[in-house]
């Protein structure tokens, strides 16, 4: 493989790495930007999204084996984006609700505990082994130019621009984004003007979860393995995606997601080439942190986050 065949090739994967990261800082971003809150348990509400998905897939194949691939990604789906709302919507009504008010560190703290105790609750009911996903779509290879790709890398490019170019225009064309751009301003100005600031807040919780558990699925589906402690290292990267975008600022949480997934193909690809093997892909982790660091050293605001910092 060429220079240039392996350069698409990463390319290729950096978009849909990038793409997963996206759909989840978008929840870490949208809660940020309305309530000031850094909810760290948001990469385990997509772990139990993957998992919620893997029991529904596994339990209509069970009963219906004739339902195609495709049917059961969807049946899982279904499944796994209402438990997700659900519990997110619990979480932030017994966890984060109370703190709203309080000093920052307490919400903070709060959302790691709730993180960990997703982890133990996931442990309990799915097990601490990892679960391995079903091939739901073809795997055959299918070339486009010098790139190679799959039908399940493909859906994720394209249910993440559908899902994120959606959520744009929710915030920016309909009523429930004009309450929640201005609950983000002044939650108490908003309420004088007739915005119901809980509710604002709910459906900003629900709307992140839901894309948690499309993110879930997707991840599953792409790696084919489920465990609970899978949402972790996700949920982190996301984080950085967002902050590397400007945190609380939509369109920053997409455009640092995709960043992020190019720089850690692109770097994990070529660091792998040169250095025969020895690292790269077991190191790509590396390569968000070294980011998250340069950012908030050089741009601690991110790249489009100007009026985060006046709030900050």
């Not at 459906?203 to 991840?219: H, K």
């Amino acid at each position: 493989m060429g220079s240039l065949d392996t350069f698409l090739q990463q390319v290729f994967n950096g978009l849909v790495l990038g793409s997963l990261y996206a759909l989840i800082a978008l929840g870490y971003t949208m809660v940020y930007g309305i309530i000031n809150l850094i909810n760290f348990a948001h990469g385990d509400v997509l772990m139990v999204g993957a998992l919620t998905a893997l029991s529904a897939i596994t339990l209509a194949h069970a009963f219906a084996p004739a339902i195609p691939g495709w049917g059961l990604m969807i049946i899982g789906m279904l499944a796994a984006i209402p438990v997700c709302i659900l519990l997110s919507l619990v979480i932030e009504r017994i966890a984060y609700r109370p703190l709203r008010n309080a000093p920052r560190l307490a919400p903070l703290i709060t959302a790691i505990g709730v993180s960990i105790l997703l982890q133990t609750l996931a442990m309990i009911i799915w097990g601490r082994n990892h679960l391995t996903y079903p091939q739901l779509l073809s795997s055959d290879p299918i070339a486009i130019g010098p790139a190679t790709v799959t039908i399940t890398k493909l859906l994720v490019l394209v249910l993440s621009a559908i899902i994120m170019l959606g959520l744009l225009v929710l915030v920016q064309r309909t009523r429930l984004g004009r309450a929640m751009r201005a609950t983000a301003e002044n939650a108490r100005v908003a309420s004088l003007m007739g915005v119901n600031p809980n509710a604002v807040i709910a459906a900003t919780f629900a709307i992140g979860a839901a894309l948690a558990a499309v993110a879930g699925v997707m991840y599953a589906a792409v790696y084919s393995v489920a465990h609970f402690y899978m949402g972790f290292i996700p949920g982190l990267k996301a984080f950085t995606a967002a902050v590397l975008g400007g945190i609380g600022n939509i369109p920053g949480a997409m455009l640092g997601g995709i960043l992020l997934g190019l720089i850690e193909a692109l770097g994990a690809g070529y660091i792998d080439q040169l250095t025969g093997g020895v690292f790269g892909s077991n190191y790509q982790d590396v390569f968000a942190f070294i980011v998250l660091c340069a950012v908030l050293i050089l741009r601690p605001s991110g790249l489009l986050g100007e009026r985060v910092a006046d709030r900050a």
